[in-house]
């Protein structure tokens, strides 16, 4: 089990609605940070490139847009 999962989401944003609902599934606890409202996150996300929500970071890893897709989550999570 990953021992830091963030999710990084904007208000109204239904992607990141079900990649909230995915992890839920999947038994695993998450820290959401929203990304209008948390300046900090907003600039790690700025620092990595990654302009659209959600993100998903497990530990040092973030994976954002096309990346994030079940089997890649999944082996992110390694579950």
């Known amino acids: 089990m990953p021992d830091r999962v963030i999710v990084y989401s904007t208000p109204l944003c239904a ?4 990649l909230k609902d995915y992890l839920r599934t999947k038994g695993i606890d998450f820290t959401v940070k929203d990304l209008m409202m948390d300046e900090e996150a907003a600039e790690l ?3 990595r490139n ?3 929500s959600p993100a998903l970071q497990v530990g040092e890893e973030i994976l954002a847009g096309a990346d ?3 089997e890649t989550i999944d082996a992110l999570l390694k579950q």
């Open 50 to 52: 990654i302009r659209t």
């Open 15 to 18: 992607p990141c609605e079900r």
């Open 45 to 47: 996300m700025e620092s």
């Open 68 to 70: 994030l897709k079940p």
